[in-house]
């Protein structure tokens, strides 16, 4: 060790000054201009189609939501980092916890009281993201935990939908800050009508007559939600394009989806709901281009996205049709997510040059 | 017919042995840090329970219930069960070294586990006849069994991770365990479908 | 122009900015010999050469100061005439900053060859155009540094069925290979005559990236003259897309042929062996003019004034060849290689080698330090860039918490470094150095279980034999019973408690005089042999003595690694 | 209540009868553990732990007699796998065996040897060659460092030299991970 020191001192010659900081990196020596900022970024910018949509046919409280679960993720973003001696800024700044926020804002009641979302974002990100070491360690979706908690403590809370076309921003703060009374503003989403009435309602109870009978349901996914869900659809096909997200998920998805529908349509259609109406109700279109994506939480190789979000669609159905809770998403997201670890263990796709035998890689 | 695979399937997804009725944690954390062991105890499981069920329905409805020494039940289940995982571990051994070495350790952690106690007595306040037990017992070790190679899975990845210092190791995994219970509730409903 | 060859796409890649314009408008120029040449020993893959010349010792341009030792080295050659200084441990041209044992030559300016002659490998047998090559330090130009008379083995079959000729060169800044099939073509294409015939290839194709239209125009006329002498159409000049890394050896014949080589294979198995231009060139001129490999030619490019490729000699500081064009003020680094895969050097001053195909200048304007790392949010970009079809997050996942083996179950090693993973990275993590790492210390704890193998094995037949020889005595013992028991009696007291004391009276007895010996004859304690020496032996001895002390710790980890 | 005891007691002769017999006709022969302790253990034989050996330290842990934190040439690496092995709780290396060394070879000082043959006698893996009266020397590639031969040199003519790091020894360095530079220590 020490003659080599020695050869150092004597050779080094200071022509050029070498850098030997620890800190100048090794080879490659230049990077792809990308950065996680930009990724998380367009992410939220591909949510403001559906967000318009929202406002427009169920007023601004979402605005309002969105705010308060954004506050309360930066905060708890900050605190964490703060406990945990992580430097502030970076990730603060990275926009992670805000894409958190925005969906739990998004899958939550928009006239539920004002610390569902908050709590539930608080938990999302304590719980679910930091506990686990924070951005990309995470093994379940935050947003999704922090619904299926919701769902699970306060299922009267988070059924409390607000009509379509009740814009009325005053009786949606009233009913936010728990000020006024609010049944005359709420009404169930289109699924939870259904599940109602085909579990409890006995036999008189059809699909047709539930879709139709309800003067707020729409023509194809229930009045308004319709709308939102074309909304993420324009949002999620920009991602694709940006190439943000690959078309595995979203399309596995959806045609999981549509197919296991429709075919149970096909076979009952007074009992079971048509592909179009679960494509476009409840958080499906949100989730086939939002939340099953999230790749740290989901299955990364190819087939293994395939698989991962086509068990979604399929869990997602079961629920929807025969379980306790309206909305599947949340439950089914996160039953994938358990599975995830595996499914990307049993799907490496062939490594170069070993693509003869197939079964030789874990 | 299908009130059969309404047992195997309650068992395994909506009553899951360990998210749901939260039996048997014990193994469940101590053999879940890898893949291959949390397999092999599954297996173990699995094998011990199914023949635990049938064994304790017979000695119950035989042995127990003529004599009226239903309260000797706890007791003899678990004499029984501990009798036939000795057993089945002897004749592992000498019949299989492979098997043994895959199974081998995890036998007698299996006289540990709650759950293979829980399981037949749940076998008798459900009134299951013979097969039903045999398939309860054989559904829930299934369901034993998939939690925890869920489980080792996400453990496996989990062990990378930059979990805090004062989280690491069995709190984060409890965190987890909850966390997949949380999911597994979105089975509920499931087995009174109609 | 160009043949019409089916194509096969490799997996992955980037297109990063090529920066390859800088060093192509002016022709090769020969470097300046230097004012001292310092020539390491181990220049290519394998065994570390035996030095041939001691300090003092007269040498001639081309004459061989290191021999190839064991089944994987290759020799290396005096690149000027001049006087050996010294053969003493330098900086060498690798990122750790660590030294090795060089050759260090005053060249004194009259360039002076030892006797070249081309040689006859039409005559000699197929090993001894090996072993040929093998003396005249031939090895792989394209930065791998492999022996190149190793892979100049048909194999099993006795034949190839293709040769292909690595004209690639993706690496930005990196033009060494351009310019040379631009301007020695046809001196690349003897060469490849010589291989093709060594190998029995069927057909040649000679890979060329399509941004490169002088060299692939250039290569195609001397392609079309060697195929009208030869009489056939074998050799072809294949212009491939324009993608990083298509100049890797596997990634290059996958699109050329369509095989993929798994790792740890040699693609000779699969009917086709990858050699660069530029070792085509070298072996030319090692066969036909009877020229060793002492000079390369290499690329100055980055934070300089004029960039530029230079023939230089094997053994010239990296520091001459900047100055020859002009560093920018705020240069802070060199860099052998591209910047894709290419090292950083703790000095300047290190020699050029074999593997030195280019010498970056970096500054922290070109190569700016990389954006703080943030974690790895599995997106899987770098899935899509790897051309070796991994999984690089997992293999980072698992390395970054030094969990080797997991890290290894995702195939870390058949991760060829190209850096594609780093390069698309939105979390600016260096992934490229936790393979680094996490291959260096597996290869570290795999010597240490064979090292420790070798004890167990070695303890347990020490046990064994003292097992034996202690009842070997034992039967001594019980023939001398036989024989009379008295003497028995006296034989017992030393035999059966041999850690008592008679024996170890007698043993402390000798050893009190030996050390008395050693205290009264000081001076006289050398091995006897070493006394009454001429001045000069005594010289050698010493030369001997001091380097068979350097090569016994060079040797250490040779040993190891040629097992 | 006199049923409830026949009961219990018929179970209990039965299944023990059971037990025993598959015991007697069961029995298997030796113990996996031992090679897979020993095969964790460095080798060097250097008796550190107070057992004469890596293979009877192997056993001993096997049979709970000996703590796995008693190889200082394992080091921690070592002891972390021993407690993954047997699943126990990992210990730092206990000082009374001596503290973790970069790893050496001895040198015979050749100028001073006497050839007495003590070192060839100590060295547990026959790494050093060499008769009466002549001068020994070390065959280093074989040399585990266990500092076995030290003792026993009259003349005080053998030392330990660390090895030294070689381009072909060096390692690529840990990157700088600047999130949290401490984390990986304790995982």
Redesign the interface.
Known sequence: MP??AK??SR???R??????DP??????????P???Q??MLRVLVALLPGIAAYVWFFGAAILLQIAMASIAALAAEALMLALRGK?LM??LS?G?ALVTAWLIALTFPSIAPWWLAVLGTLLAIIVAKHLY?????NPFNPAMVAFALMIVAYPQLMSQWPAAGATDLAGQLHAIFGTRQIDAITMATPLDALRTALHTIDAKASVAGVLGSNPGIGSVGGKGWEWVAAGYLVGGLWLLQQRII?WHMPTAFLAALFAIAGVFSLIDSTQFAGPLFHIFTGGAMLGAFFIVTD??SGA??PRGKLIFAAGVAVLTWIIRTFGAYPDGIAFAVLLMNIAAPLI?MYT????????DKRGD?? | MTSYLFIILGAVLVNNVVFVRILGLCPFMGVSKKLETAVGMGAATTFVLTLGCGASFVIDRWLLIPNQLEYLRTLSFIVTIAAIVQLTELVIQKTSPLLHQVLGIYLPLITTNCAVLGIPLLNVSLRHNFLESLLFGFGSAIGFTLALILFAGIR??L??A?VPVHFRGTAIAMITAGLMSLAFMGFAGLDKYK | MTALQRLFK??GG?K??YNKEASTGLPIAVAPTPTLLVIPL?QSIGGMPRPLVTAGERVLKGQRIGGADGNVSSAVHASTSGTVIAVE????P???????LCVVIEPDGRDEWIQRQPFDFRSATPTQTRDYLRDAGVVGLGGAVFPTYLKLNPGKQGKLDTLVLNGAECEPFITCDDVLMRERAETILKGVAIMREMLRAGQVLIGIEDNKPEAIAAMEIAAQAANRAAGDSAIKVVSVPTRYPAGGA?QLI?VLTGI????G?RSTDYGVQCFNVGTAHAIYEAIALGQPLISRIVTVAGNVGLARNYDALIGT?M?DL??LCG?LPD?????M?????????????VPVVKATNCVL??SKQL???????????????C?KAC?????P??MY??S????FG?AQ???LF?CIEC?CC???????I?L???Y??A???IW?REL?KE??????E?????LLREEREKQEKAAKLAAKTAAGREKAAAALAVVEKPATTPEEDA?KA??AA??E??KAQKEL???GNVSDLTPEQQAEVAAIEARRAEI???A??????DD | MLEAILVMALGAVVLGAALGYAAVRFRVEGDPLVEKI?AI?????CGQCGFP???PYAQAIAKGEAEINQCPPGGDEGIHKLADLLGREFKSLSAEHGIEKPKSVAVIDE??C???T?CIQAC????IVGAA?Q?HTIV???C?GCELCLPPC??DCISMQP?????????????V???NPAQ?EE?
């Not at chain 3, 390069?423 to 600016?428: A, D, G, I, L």
């Open positions: 003659r080599s050869w150092r050779t080094c010659g022509t050029i000054e070498q850098n030997r800190l100048v990196n090794n080879s490659p020596y230049f990077l792809k990308a950065s996680v930009s990724v430097p970076l990730f990275d992670s070491g924070g951005l990309g360690q690959t790749p740290v990364t190789t990307d490496q796709p062939p490594v170069f040059g070993h693509k890689s874990p | 496996e990845r062990e990378a930059d | 490799f997996h980037v990063p900015a181990h441990m330098r900086l060498m690798h990122t750790s900053g660590l030294s090795a596997k996958r993929e080589v798994p790792h294979k500081p520091r900047v100055a560093p240069s802070d680094r060199v860099i290689g591209g910047p894709m895969m290419g090292l950083l050097m703790p000095a300047d001053s200048v970096g190569f700016p330090p990389p954006p703080p790392e943030m974690p790895c949010i599995r997106c899987g970009e899935a051309p070796a079809e991994l999984q997050f997992e996942w698992f970054r918490a030094k969990i997991k179950e995702y195939n058949d850096g780093a390069y698309v990275c939105p979390s600016h260096p490229v150095d936790y680094r790492f291959k260096s210390e570290a240490e090292a420790a193998d070798v004890a167990r070695r303890y347990e037949f020490r043993k000798l050893i030996a050390l010996r050693a304690v050398h091995p016994r710790e060079m250490k980890p040779h040993l190891r690694q | 020993d253990l460095p080798q060097t034989q050996g890596c293979k100028q001073s006497i050839g007495c003590l547990p893996v026959d790494a009266k001068m280093a590639p074989l585990t009259p003349v090895l030294d790091e070689s381009v072909e020894t060096w390692k690529w360095k840990y990157p991970f600047k999130i990986q995982a």
